[in-house]
Nanobody
Framework: VQLQACGGGLVQPGGSLRLSCAAS????????MGWYRQAPGKQRELVAT???????HYAESVEGRFTISRDNAKNLAYLRVNNLKPEDTAVYYC???????????????WGKGTQVTVSS
């Protein structure tokens, strides 16, 4: 199972981006998909998660500005990030709780991150 995140870039404060995460490989079903971020010198932190039914959870710092969504049929997750602030600068990672077959357990997989830099 591979996860590929993309969509990062350099934006000015107040700007927006849409991050995408594509899961591929041997996938039977995906339960939760999530976005995390890690700023320089800081620990990786949760940004948002979404389960297969569409229920979402957000970190307090991004509530109201970020929106997570997913396309279950295509094994895709998105993170719409609005009103970006310099403190949102970080590498953004996606992860997914994947069951590879009907007899496998769920297992977490991580993708390589995509850099988001917010600066004027």
């Amino acid at each position: 199972v591979q996860l590929q995140a993309c969509g990062g870039g350099l934006v000015q404060p107040g700007g927006s981006l849409r991050l995408s995460c594509a899961a591929s490989g041997s996938i039977f079903v995906i339960n939760v998909m999530g976005w995390y971020r890690q700023a320089p010198g800081k620990q990786r932190e949760l940004v948002a998660t979404i389960n297969s039914a569409g229920s979402t959870h957000y970190a307090e710092s991004v509530e109201g500005r970020f929106t997570i969504s997913r396309d279950n049929a295509k094994n895709l997750a998105y993170l719409r990030v609005n009103n970006l602030k310099p403190e949102d600068t970080a590498v953004y990672y996606c992860n997914a709780d994947v069951r590879r077959s009907s007899i496998d357990y769920f297992q977490w997989y991580w993708g390589k991150g995509t850099q988001v830099t917010v600066s004027s």
